[in-house]
């Protein structure tokens, strides 16, 4: 590591990137910071996985939920909102008594409740594309130097965070939505110097609403 990336924000890695400092050197966090986050995302059951996933966030780092995130997609059937607004008691004391997930009965209740709502805005329309509506149906770039500067809400998360809590989702408040909207790429949080700040920003040209 040089003084310069360290100024900038970023971090020098061994294969000669530049990256965001947030994940460190962790072999398992760089990969999923060079390969899925910032990548936008138009697929509806995706997004409402990553929704959720944030959701059991809350209160913990991102790096626990992603350790854990193949537990997650096994203990909820792959997140089909279809399986899950199925679940019953049963189903939510074996989730319960998983030590591969987070076990938090509000947050496992606040998943069913969620799959109902989901199956609901689906039967009107796309859960991806009324989402995508809080940016104008592009990805908003962002153009950051240090990670201090990045922030940890905005507007547009406000406005998604207030519509969703009308719906009745949970643990979707401003700040949890932000990272949701970093992470599947309606915002472009990358720092500049990131060598993948030009890569997810080709990305969202190549698409929009």
């Given at each position: 590591?040089?003084?310069?990336?360290?100024?900038?924000?970023?971090?020098?890695?061994?294969?000669?990137k530049l990256r965001c400092p947030w994940p460190g050197t962790d072999p398992f966090y760089v990969a999923y910071h060079?390969?899925?986050?910032?990548?936008?995302e138009r697929d509806d059951r995706a997004l409402f996985e990553k929704l959720m996933l944030d959701g059991f966030q809350a209160g913990l780092s991102w790096?626990?939920?992603?350790r854990k995130r193949e537990n997650f997609r096994a203990a909820f059937d792959g997140f089909e909102p279809a399986r899950i607004v199925h679940?019953?008691?049963?189903?939510?004391?074996?989730?319960?008594?998983d030590a591969g997930i987070i076990r938090n009965r509000a947050k496992i209740e606040g998943t069913i409740k969620s799959a109902?709502?989901?199956?609901?805005?689906?039967?009107r329309g796309s859960f991806a594309k009324h989402l995508w509506g809080f940016v104008d149906g592009a990805p908003v770039q962002g153009?950051?130097?240090t990670h201090r500067d990045v922030p940890t809400q905005t507007k547009a998360a406000?406005?998604?965070?207030?519509?969703l809590k009308s719906r009745g989702f949970s643990f979707v408040g401003p700040t949890i939505v932000y990272a949701f909207m970093q992470a599947v790429g309606m915002v472009n949080d990358h720092?500049?110097?990131?060598?993948r700040h030009p890569e997810c920003a080709e990305l969202g040209r190549q698409i929009r609403w």
């Open positions: 590591m040089t003084d310069a990336p360290q100024e900038r924000g970023v971090i020098l890695h061994a294969d000669g060079d390969t899925d986050w910032g990548v936008p790096i626990t939920i992603l679940y019953g008691p049963a189903k939510i004391d074996a989730l319960m008594g109902r709502l989901w199956l609901d805005m689906m039967e153009f950051y130097r406000e406005a998604m965070s207030k519509e720092l500049v110097d990131c060598y």
